[in-house]
C-alpha cells in the first residue's frame, strides 16, 4: 500500500514538474551516448533514444491521462485544420442540443427544481380532491383554492405543521409611483403575513411584511417588491425602501425587496407581494376574507420536525370531515410541496412531453447529418488512418481517438447549445401563456448536467458509425485510396444514403407536426364565436368596491360610465354587463319556464345594457334585441340565446315565450328575441343555455365594460384613454385587464399558441437540417465520383443526363424517407390527436401536401450539387486524377 502511495505522489509530482523531468532525462541519456561515442557498436546495444524516452515517461507519469490528453490535442488539431467542417458540425449539434436544453429548462422548472426557500422538503400543499377522486363538479375547477375562512379553519384545526401560509393571485394591477402617473399592469401575489417567515425567504435589501403588518388593525399599507421588478423598473435604487408608491390607487410603503432567486408562487406573477389585510382595497370583489363562498387563495404549509406528509394527510382527512360549507362534499388532500402547487404541470405537463418528443427527433436529424459529414470527410482520413496502423496503432487506439474527436465536436456543440438555449429563454416566454411569469426557467445545475448527457449520448450516435467505418479500413487499401480513386462501388455510400433516408424521414413527422398544430391554431382562430370580436376593448371593473346599498346607485353609476366612455373619439358603441365574453363567469337564477312544471336549475343569466348585443355584434336570429322601449315601467323581457330555444322550445317559436325566477311568479319576463350562440369562455365548449336580461328592468351590479371603436387606428388610441376615462368617473372602479377580445382569445388558448408556434420553429428546423442533409450527401457523391462523371462527359452523356442521373440518385434517398414519414405520421397522429382542436382523423389531402412539400424542398436541396456535376469539365476531371 506504501508503494502504491509512493508511486502515486511520483506521478503527480511528474505532472507538475513534466519540464524539468523531460531536461533531466534527456541530459542523463546525453551523457552514456557521450561515453560510448567512441565506441560506435556499443550504441547498438543501447537501443532506440525515443523508446528508452518512452520507457522513462511510463515509469513516472499516468500513461491512460497521457495517452487521452495526447488524443484530445492531436483531435482539437484535426478539427482545427477543417474550419468550416468543424464549424458547420458545431452548429448542427448546438441546434440539437440547445432546443433540448430550452424545452427541458421548462421541464426543469415545473417538475423538477425545487422552491427557492429553506428546507423545501418540508412543504405541504392543501388541495381539494373528490371523494371519488376527481375534482367536485360543483367546486372551483382548480382544486388548489379555497376560500379565505376555510383557510382560518385550516390554520386553527392542524396541528402536524407549523404554519400555513395562504397565496392570492393579484393580476394586471396598476402601479405608480407618483398618483397621476401610469405604468403598464404589474401581477403579483396577496399573501399571509407569515408568507416570507415560514417559507424562508430572504430579502435582498428591507425586510419582509410579517403578521402584525397583516392584522386588520394594523395602520401600516405596505408592499415587498421582486427583485426583477426592482431593477427593471425602479433601476435597483436602493432609496426605494421607504418610499410612498400607488398599487390600484391605494398609497403603500415598499418596506423591501426580495432576493434573486424567489419569483412568487402565484399564478398570476411575481412582481410584489401584499399582505391579506389590503384584499379589499387592491383587489377587485370587495372584501373577500369573510366570503366563504368565494374561493381564491392557495394554501401552503411547513410540516413540524418528524411528521410526515401521511400524518399531515392523517389529520386533514378527519379534519375535512368536521369543516362544513365548501369543504362539506369535498375531501382535503396533502400533497409534496416542495416543487409548489401543481396546477401548471397539470395544465402543461403533456404539452411539454409532446414538444419533448420533437426536440429529441430534431436532436436525432442532427445526429445523422453530422454522422454523414463524418463519414464524408472519412473518404479522404483513408490514408492517415492507413499510415497509423502501419506504424502500430492498434483498432481499440484509433476507435478511441475518433471517440474523442466526437466528443470535443459534442462538447463544443453543448456549450454552443447552451447559449442558444439561453437566448431561446426569451421567445419562451413571449409565446408561453402568462401563467409562466412567476416561473424560473433560468438555466441552472439540472438543465447543465443534462446538457452534458445529451451531449455525450450525442457524440455516442453520431460518432459510433464513422468510428467503426476507421476501424474497419485496411492498411493496403487506404494507401492506395490516395493514389487512385475508383468509381465507387454502391455499397460504399449506403450508410450516409440510409442516414439521410433517416433524417428526411423525420423532419416529415416534425414538419406533419407543426402543420397540425398550426391547423389546429387556425381553426380556433376561424371558428365562428357568434360575435364579432375585431375592434372591442373590454375591461373588468371592481363595482363591488363602491359600496352602493341598492340597485339604482348602480343605474347610475352604469349611465354616466357610459356616457363619459361613448364621448372618446372613434367609439361606435358602448355597454356595461354583469358578465363579459370570454370571461367565463356568469350569474345564474333558478327559473320556471311557462308549460313546464320543472324548476330549471342554474339557468345563465347576463345583466347587460341597451347596446351590449349591438356592441359584440351579436347576430339576431328571431324577434329584435332590447331598445328604448324596454323601460322599467314596461313588461320585463329577455334575449335568448339558440341553446336555449332548442332545450326547452325544441320546434317552437320561443319568441313571445315567459318564464320567471322561482320566487316572482307574479313578475314573468317575456323571450323578446333569440340570438346566435356564442362561445362564452372555452372555444371547445358547446354553448349552454343563456339569457340576456336588460340593466334597465334587472339593475344590479355590473363588472365588465364593453367598447366597440371605428379601426384599427383607433384601437390604439382608445386603449392609452380608456382606462383614465373610468378612473375619472370613479377611482373606486380600478379597472383591470383591459384588453381587446383578440388578446382575450390569445389568453384562453395559450396552450395551442405554444404548441403550434414552438413546432412551427421545430418543424422548419427539421427541415433545414434535413434539406443540409441531402445537399451534402449529394455534393459528396458528386465529389468523389467526378472521375466517373468526367469519363460520362468524355463518352458523350449530354450534361443534360448527367444532371438526372444526379436527381434520380437524390429521388432514390429522399422518396424512401417520405414514404417512412408518412407512416411515421400515421403512426402518431393519434398520441397528438387529444391536443387538436376539430382533429379531422386521417386527413389525407394535408399528409400529401406535407410529402410533396418534403420532396420538392428535398430535391431543390439537390439541384445545386446536381447542376455543378453536369458543368464538371472532362479534360480536368480525368487529368486530376
Known amino acids: 500500500m506504501r508503494e502504491l502511495i509512493r508511486t502515486f505522489k511520483l506521478r503527480v509530482r511528474a505532472l507538475i514538474k513534466r519540464r524539468q523531468l523531460e531536461r533531466d532525462l534527456e541530459d542523463e541519456l546525453s551523457y552514456h551516448l557521450e561515453l560510448r561515442r567512441a565506441n560506435a557498436p556499443s550504441r547498438a546495444p543501447f537501443g532506440n533514444v525515443t523508446l528508452i524516452q518512452e520507457a522513462c515517461r511510463e515509469m513516472w507519469t499516468f500513461n491512460r491521462v497521457e495517452d487521452v490528453w495526447r488524443d484530445v490535442r492531436h483531435g482539437a488539431r484535426i478539427l482545427w485544420r477543417a474550419p468550416i467542417h468543424t464549424l458547420t458540425i458545431v452548429l448542427l449539434l448546438a441546434i440539437g442540443i440547445g432546443a ?138 436602493v432609496g426605494v425602501i421607504g418610499r410612498r408608491v400607488f398599487l390600484s390607487g391605494q398609497p403603500l410603503t415598499v418596506i423591501g425587496v426580495a432576493a434573486e432567486e424567489h419569483h412568487g408562487l402565484g399564478s398570476a406573477g411575481g412582481d410584489f407581494w401584499v399582505p391579506l389585510n389590503l384584499q379589499p382595497v387592491v383587489r377587485p370583489g370587495g372584501d373577500l376574507r369573510s366570503n366563504s363562498g368565494s374561493a381564491w387563495l392557495r394554501i401552503i404549509g411547513r410540516l413540524k420536525p418528524g411528521v410526515s406528509i401521511q400524518q399531515a394527510q392523517a389529520e386533514l382527512t378527519v379534519l375535512s370531515s368536521q369543516l362544513t360549507g365548501e369543504s362539506l362534499a369535498s375531501a382535503l388532500q396533502a400533497e409534496s410541496g416542495r416543487k409548489g402547487f401543481g396546477n401548471l ?116 450516435l453520431f460518432g459510433l458509425a464513422p468510428t467503426l467505418r476507421a476501424s474497419q479500413i485496411a492498411i493496403e487499401g487506404g494507401l492506395k485510396s490516395a493514389s487512385r480513386s475508383t468509381t465507387g462501388a454502391p455499397s460504399r455510400y449506403a450508410l450516409n444514403k440510409a442516414l439521410v433516408v433517416i433524417q428526411v424521414a423525420l423532419s416529415v413527422a416534425l414538419a406533419a407536426g407543426a402543420v397540425l398544430f398550426g391547423q389546429s391554431l387556425y ?66 337564477l333558478d327559473v320556471f319556464i311557462e308549460g313546464q312544471e320543472t324548476l330549471i336549475d342554474n339557468l345563465r343569466i347576463n345583466q347587460v345594457s341597451r347596446d351590449f348585443l349591438a356592441t359584440l355584434g351579436v347576430r339576431i336570429v328571431a324577434g329584435r334585441v332590447f331598445s328604448a322601449a324596454d323601460s322599467p315601467a314596461a313588461p320585463r323581457a329577455a334575449v335568448i340565446n339558440e341553446a336555449f330555444a332548442r332545450s326547452y322550445f325544441a320546434g317552437q317559436n320561443a319568441v313571445g315565450k315567459r318564464f320567471w ?89 395559450s396552450r395551442d399558441i405554444l404548441l403550434a408556434r414552438i413546432s412551427a420553429v421545430f418543424g422548419a428546423l427539421g427541415i433545414l ?34 444532371h438526372w442521373h444526379v436527381i434520380r440518385n437524390a429521388i432514390e434517398v429522399v422518396a424512401p424517407g417520405v414514404a417512412i414519414g408518412v407512416v411515421l405520421i400515421l403512426a402518431g397522429e393519434r398520441l397528438i390527436e387529444s391536443f387538436l382542436f376539430e382533429a379531422r382523423g386521417r386527413d389525407v389531402l394535408t399528409h400529401a401536401a406535407i410529402a410533396g412539400g418534403i420532396l420538392f424542398t428535398a430535391l431543390l436541396a439537390a439541384y445545386f450539387p446536381a447542376r455543378a456535376a453536369a458543368r464538371v469539365d472532362p479534360i480536368i476531371a480525368l487529368r486530376s486524377e
Not at 466526437?406 to 439561453?422: K, N, P, Y
Not at 426569451?426 to 412567476?438: C, D, H, M, N, Q
Not at 392609452?720 to 373610468?726: E, G, L, N
Request: hydrophobic share 45%; with cysteine.
Open 100 to 237: 433540448n436544453g430550452a424545452i427541458f429548462s421548462l421541464i426543469s422548472a415545473l417538475f423538477i427544481r425545487d422552491l427557492p426557500v429553506d428546507r423545501p422538503e418540508e412543504l405541504v400543499v392543501i388541495s381539494r380532491m373528490g371523494r371519488t377522486g376527481t375534482t367536485e363538479p360543483s367546486l372551483p375547477a382548480n382544486p388548489w383554492i379555497f376560500s379565505h375562512p376555510l383557510f382560518e379553519d385550516l390554520r386553527k384545526g392542524l396541528s402536524s405543521v407549523r404554519g400555513l401560509v395562504a397565496i392570492g393571485d393579484l393580476a394586471n394591477a396598476r402601479f405608480a409611483l407618483e398618483r397621476n402617473e401610469e405604468l403598464s399592469d404589474i401581477s403579483g401575489s396577496i399573501v399571509s403575513g407569515n408568507y416570507f417567515e415560514l417559507l424562508g425567504i430572504r430579502m435582498a435589501i428591507g425586510r419582509a411584511f410579517n403578521e402584525t403588518d397583516d392584522s386588520r388593525q394594523s395602520p401600516n399599507a405596505v408592499m415587498v417588491l421582486s427583485n426583477a421588478f426592482w431593477k427593471t423598473h425602479l433601476g435597483g435604487d
Open 345 to 460: 404541470r397539470g395544465q402543461y405537463g403533456t404539452s411539454l412531453q409532446v414538444l419533448f418528443g420533437a426536440v429529441g427527433l430534431l436532436l436525432l436529424m442532427a445526429c445523422a447529418n453530422v454522422a454523414s459529414l463524418l463519414l464524408a470527410r472519412m473518404g479522404a482520413r483513408q490514408r492517415e488512418i492507413a499510415v497509423r496502423q502501419a506504424l502500430g496503432c492498434s483498432r481499440a487506439r484509433l476507435i478511441r481517438r475518433f471517440f474523442i474527436e466526437s466528443l470535443i465536436l459534442a462538447g463544443c456543440g453543448g456549450l454552443l447549445g447552451l447559449v442558444f438555449a439561453a437566448g431561446a429563454r426569451g421567445f419562451i416566454l413571449k409565446v408561453a401563456p402568462e401563467s409562466f411569469a412567476s416561473v424560473d426557467i433560468s438555466l441552472d445545475s439540472n438543465v447543465l448536467l443534462f446538457t452534458i448527457v445529451v451531449s455525450f449520448v450525442a457524440a455516442i
Open 523 to 588: 381553426r380556433l382562430y376561424s371558428i365562428d364565436p357568434g360575435f364579432d370580436r375585431r375592434h372591442v376593448i373590454t375591461a373588468t371593473l371592481n363595482t363591488r368596491a363602491l359600496g352602493y346599498r341598492n340597485d339604482e346607485q348602480y343605474a347610475g353609476m352604469a349611465k354616466r360610465l357610459l356616457d363619459r366612455v361613448s364621448a372618446l373619439p372613434g367609439i361606435r358603441s358602448v355597454s356595461v354587463a354583469s358578465s363579459g365574453f370570454l370571461t367565463g363567469t356568469f350569474r345564474t
Open 661 to 749: 325566477p322561482e320566487d316572482e311568479r307574479d313578475r314573468p319576463i317575456e323571450i323578446i328575441g333569440v340570438v346566435k350562440d356564442s362561445k362564452y369562455n372555452d372555444f371547445r365548449e358547446a354553448s349552454l343555455p343563456l339569457a340576456f336580461l336588460p340593466l334597465e328592468q334587472f339593475p344590479g351590479r355590473f363588472n365588465h365594460v364593453q367598447l366597440r371603436v371605428e379601426s384599427d387606428r383607433a384601437l390604439a388610441g382608445v386603449m392609452s384613454s380608456v382606462r383614465q376615462t373610468i378612473l375619472d368617473v370613479d377611482s373606486r372602479l380600478q379597472p383591470s385587464r383591459v384588453e381587446t377580445l383578440d388578446q382575450s382569445l390569445d389568453r384562453i388558448i
Open 769 to 802: 437540417i434535413s434539406c443540409f442533409g441531402v445537399y451534402g450527401m449529394i455534393s459528396y457523391l458528386v465529389a468523389s465520383r467526378t472521375a466517373e462523371i468526367g469519363i460520362r462527359l468524355a463518352i458523350g452523356a449530354r450534361p443534360g443526363q448527367v
